[in-house]
């Protein structure tokens, strides 16, 4: 059996254990004013989960923060390298690249995923960042605006850059802008001048810089939910999707899924596999057409038909074809449905082989003559009549046949050759007949004939057919020769004519027409016309 057509689409990543079945519940995590989850087991899970995001870039940063800053003890040296100051700038300097390097392996990517180590790390690095810059300032004693733009430079950076992980790091920000102003006034002296232009500016880059950072907190937890949210939906679709491919293989009913558009079948479950392609020639979907197991193009006609209007079709009994070519009765139901995004139907089959051959010898019994074969009286009329019905435009006609001089072979050779006779007169006449005429024994030794679509002329050359190939002909039965003749009555079904008794009459009287003048004739009814 193929693989089960499927829609695909597979998530990022999953959270796992009881945190991510929170997470993925009906109630949405809190995010607070600052864009981050407001309990701390939901922010865990969020950097859990992004870890291999969060985790580069904060490798980036305090690897190259640490070597960055390593590498402004070159211009340490060409200022103070000849002052005590330089030696402990150097040793502020490496104690920060000892902090970013902390923070780049616990950052690895083949590290375990441990988001409280993470923050602290990235805690310390910024601390020990804001410390340095200040110890930078102190060394080289003295404040210029160059140094706190650079400095504003480094924040508005931060803010842009550095992923924000608790409230912290919101505030580490403004405090070291805050220190810089404290330590150019209260240290340094810095002119009121220089303080308020670099306040201005101070101010725009802080202002602007949470917000951004704020917003983008917000944005990247949102979608991290709406990411949860369809990867719980996408587990209970498949989840329900495996359920529906469970029961559809295993019900016991034949069930046949095929697309509306074509009838290319795409999937058979086992009950209808077995019950029409037995010998699984069509295990791959679109090898097999839904067309090709009806044998009558009428009926499948009509079900397409039902499904396009209606959106179902059935129940119907339905005579199907398998795969290897046998015959099988099935009462059919289908519906319309919508399955990849396309129209489908599914169709449901009940095999009902054995209760149609039942009911058919049960019909053979009741409507077939048991000597000739032929319909009997009761027989011919339902199936005259129903062809009667459905007669649309040239109307029909009716022959009324009965046997020459039969009582006398009943007489003369015995009630045994009669029958043989009755017999080999049926086979005879319905040698004679199309495809389609419905013959009938509706008494003793009379038989009536039912031509659909048949004009008058036509009927009558038809008839004098019937009588030519008995009369010229005589019987052989058990060595003997029994010459015999027909009496033929012929008549057409007048407009408006719904039955077959008023034509049946007509035919009667003709018939007895035909034996008046003579026998071994064919007499049209009266007022019937050539």
């Known amino acids: 059996m193929t693989p089960w057509p499927r829609r695909s689409l597979e998530p990022r ?38 870890w291999p995001d969060i985790a580069a870039r904060l490798r980036l940063l305090g690897l190259l923060g640490g070597l960055v800053c390593l590498l402004g003890s070159i211009v340490d040296w060409t200022q103070l390298h000849d002052s005590p100051p330089f030696f402990w700038l150097l040793a502020v300097r490496l104690a920060v690249l000892a902090l970013g390097l902390y923070l780049w392996r616990v950052a690895r ?32 004693g003295e404040f210029s605006p160059y140094q706190g733009l650079t400095g504003l430079l480094i924040v508005a950076s931060a803010y842009a850059f550095v992923p924000m992980l608790s409230p912290v790091n919101f505030w580490l920000l403004p405090l070291g802008t805050a220190s810089l102003f404290i330590q150019a006034y209260g240290w340094h002296h810095a002119s009121w001048r220089d303080l308020s232009a670099l306040l201005v500016i101070a101010l725009y880059v802080h202002i602007l810089g949470w917000m951004t950072a704020a917003h983008n907190a917000r944005s990247g937890r949102q979608l991290w939910l709406e990411r949860q949210r369809l990867e719980k939906e996408m587990r209970e679709r498949r989840t ?12 016991p009913v034949p069930l046949v899924l095929s697309q509306q558009d074509n009838g290319s079948v795409l999937r058979f479950n086992r009950a209808a596999q077995a ?7 069509h295990t791959e979907p679109g090898s097999a057409y839904a067309s090709n197991f009806y044998a009558d193009a009428r009926t499948r006609s009509a079900v397409t038909d039902a499904l396009k209007t209606r959106g179902e079709a059935g129940p119907v009994d339905v ?13 059919l139901a289908a519906s ?42 009761r027989g011919f009329f339902e199936r005259a009549n129903a062809l009667l019905q459905s007669a649309r435009d040239q109307a029909p006609s009716l022959l009324l046949i009965d046997a020459d001089h039969f009582k006398r072979v009943n007489d003369t050779h015995g009630h045994a050759v009669g029958d043989t006779v009755l017999v080999q007169l049926a086979n005879r006449m319905n040698a004679a007949l199309r495809e389609g005429d419905v013959i009938g024994r509706i008494g003793g030794e009379e038989f009536a004939v039912f031509l659909p679509a048949t004009s008058l002329e036509n009927a009558y050359e038809l008839a004098d057919r019937i009588r030519l190939s008995v009369s010229r002909h005589a019987l052989r039965i058990q060595g003997l ?15 408006g004519e719904s039955t077959l008794e008023a034509a049946l009459g007509r035919a009667d009287t003709a018939m007895y027409q035909a034996k008046q003048n003579g026998r071994n004739r064919v007499e049209l009814a009266a007022a019937s016309v050539l």
Do not use: W
């Open 481 to 495: 020769r029994v010459p015999m003749t027909l009496s033929i009555g012929v008549t057409v079904l007048q407009p």
């Open 109 to 140: 990517p083949s590290a375990v995923a441990r988001p409280a180590q993470l923050r602290t790390a990235l805690i310390l690095f910024e601390l020990g960042a804001i410390v340095a810059l200040r110890l930078v300032n102190l060394g080289y």
């Open 275 to 281: 019950l029409l392609d037995p010998e699984r020639r």
């Open 13 to 50: 990543s999953a959270t796992s254990g009881s945190e991510s079945a929170r997470l993925t519940g009906e109630a949405t995590p809190p995010i607070g004013r600052l864009g981050l989850f407001l309990r701390r087991q939901d922010e865990h899970a969020y950097v859990h989960d992004l």
């Open 319 to 331: 005579r199907m074809l398998t795969s290897s070519g046998n015959h099988i009765h099935v009462m």
């Open 240 to 251: 329900a999707e495996g359920n529906l491919r469970h029961l559809f293989e295993v019900c």
């Open 336 to 377: 319309s449905l919508r399955f990849d995004n396309k129209a489908a139907v599914l169709t449901s089959l009940v095999e009902i082989t054995d209760r149609k051959q039942r009911e058919q010898a049960l019909t053979r019994m009741t409507q077939t003559d048991a000597l000739t074969g032929l319909y009997n009286r």
